[in-house]
Each structure stands twice: as structure tokens, then as C-alpha cells.
Nanobody, 123 residues
Framework: QLQASGGGLVQAGGSLRLSCAAS????????VGWFRQAPGKEREFVCA????????YYEDSVKGRFTISRDNAKNTVYLQMSSLKREDTAAYYC??????????????????WGQGAQVTVSS
């Protein structure tokens, strides 16, 4: 199971860090991704990190602003978000993909999902 936390309200230009804690999984066997869903929109891929943390991949709109990392000793993945924009407002979901291969961007590739962490960016 995955548990996301750290969401909140932040002003545009500000920063926020999300955490995704895993339990009941051998976490180091999983690539992990973050997705987000804004009201009335489809859930979309944000970024992903490989099982060991050595590879990352970002959707273009967050490159240079978001950083994904992980600490397998703590069974936790982090999403550091900086220079936040209003369009980053969404519920953010972490998800685990049982593979040590390519980082995938489609929702159906991920077996386990956390509950959403709401991020609201105000102007």
C-alpha cells in the first residue's frame, strides 16, 4: 500500500514537498511514478524514478521545477516541487510499477496507487 502526504495550499512561485510511503511491498523492486489530476481533467503522468533511484523521467511542463527522489531504507519516494504555478493545482497520486525496467508513463502500467494529496497553488 502507498500513502501520499504533504499536500497543501501554496502561493505561486512557492515550493512544496510530497512524500509517498510504502508498506507491505518490497519497495526496491518497484519503479515509482507521480501522476496528477486536476478537476475535470484526466489523470496525467508527472514523473517517475527507477527502483534504485538512478534513473528519472519528467513530463516536459515540470522539468527543472520538480525533483523526484527516493529513500528505499525508509520505503519512501519524494516529490520536491518548486516554482509552482497555478496550473500545477491538482490531486497528486503516487504509484508503484513492479518492474526494474523502463520508466513507464501510462496509468495502466502501475499496480499500486496511493490516495491523492491535494496541491493548490494560489496566485
Amino acid at each position: 500500500q502507498l500513502q501520499a502526504s504533504g499536500g497543501g495550499l501554496v502561493q505561486a512561485g512557492g515550493s512544496l514537498r510530497l512524500s509517498c510511503a510504502a508498506s507491505g511491498l518490497t519497495f526496491s523492486n518497484y519503479n515509482v511514478g507521480w501522476f496528477r489530476q486536476a478537476p475535470g481533467k484526466e489523470r496525467e503522468f508527472v514523473c517517475a524514478i527507477s527502483w534504485g533511484g538512478g534513473r528519472t523521467y519528467y513530463e516536459d511542463s515540470v522539468k527543472g521545477r520538480f525533483t523526484i527522489s527516493r529513500d528505499n531504507a525508509k520505503n519512501t519516494v519524494y516529490l520536491q516541487m518548486s516554482s509552482l504555478k497555478r496550473e500545477d493545482t491538482a490531486a497528486y497520486y503516487c504509484a508503484a510499477d513492479y518492474t526494474k525496467g523502463v520508466l513507464r508513463t501510462t496509468r495502466r502500467a502501475y499496480e499500486y496507487w496511493g490516495q491523492g494529496a491535494q496541491v493548490t497553488v494560489s496566485s
